[in-house]
């Protein structure tokens, strides 16, 4: 209870903060905490399914903390939906790529393909429900074995495991790119979504322990 008064807190300063300092700078403040707990939220999600392929025993104790973090994922999306759904309907105070004063710039031009708002939003609603069913089935897959006591549960989280890391892998790096590379749309980096990812298994390694 006390550390939900401690955010409720936070939530209420940024807004005071946004309507007396100006919104760019509550935003951003707001988003580096908002992509800190998505990414550690997402760091879980990615031991517990190594965990799995692994097939170790003595991972599972540890495992099922991995899994508490990773189901927090819905409200780790929920924390960062409001910048996103601002960003779009303000038109770029953080992404000012989304703006129309730069119309015409001829870099831009050359990326709209990608940067553009409609494009921008379709790939943050895949990127969260490939998460979604990710960190649901691994959370369900557990419980089902501790209700009926059959491996099997465990054995079809293993398989999907396998094609869970590569999607993982996938949507950790192009939302990496979207929700935070993008907001200087001039420099392009090949290392920026592992860079997110290993902060990423650092930060909820760290968590857990």
């Not at 580096?32 to 399914?49: D, E, K, Q």
């Not at 557990?142 to 549960?153: F, L």
Request: charged share 10%; with cysteine.
């Amino acid at each position: 209870v006390g550390l939900i008064g401690v955010g409720v807190f936070g939530v209420a300063a940024t807004v005071i903060g946004g309507l007396t300092v100006g919104v760019k700078h509550a935003l951003a403040s707001y988003h580096v905490g908002a992509m800190c707990v998505l990414a550690i939220c997402l760091g879980a999600m990615f031991w517990t399914m190594v965990m799995h392929l692994t097939n170790a025993g003595w991972s599972s104790t540890l495992r099922r903390q991995l899994e508490n973090i990773a189901s927090l994922m819905p409200l780790a999306l929920l924390l960062v939906a409001p910048v996103l759904i601002i960003e779009i309907a303000l038109q770029g105070r953080l992404f000012t790529w989304m703006s129309p004063e730069l119309a015409g710039d001829y870099l831009l031009e050359k990326k709209r393909a990608f940067l553009n708002a409609p494009f921008f939003a379709v790939r943050a609603l895949f990127y969260a429900a490939v998460w979604l069913y990710l960190s649901s089935r691994l959370r369900a897959a557990s419980m089902q074995v501790e209700r009926t006591g059959d491996p099997n549960h465990l054995r079809k989280v293993r398989y999907m495991s396998g094609w869970g890391l590569l999607a993982f892998a996938l949507t950790t790096a192009f939302a990496s790119f979207d929700w935070l590379m993008s907001m200087d749309w001039r420099f392009f980096s090949t290392m920026w979504g592992v860079y997110f990812f290993a902060g990423a298994a650092t930060g909820a390694m760290a968590l857990t322990a």
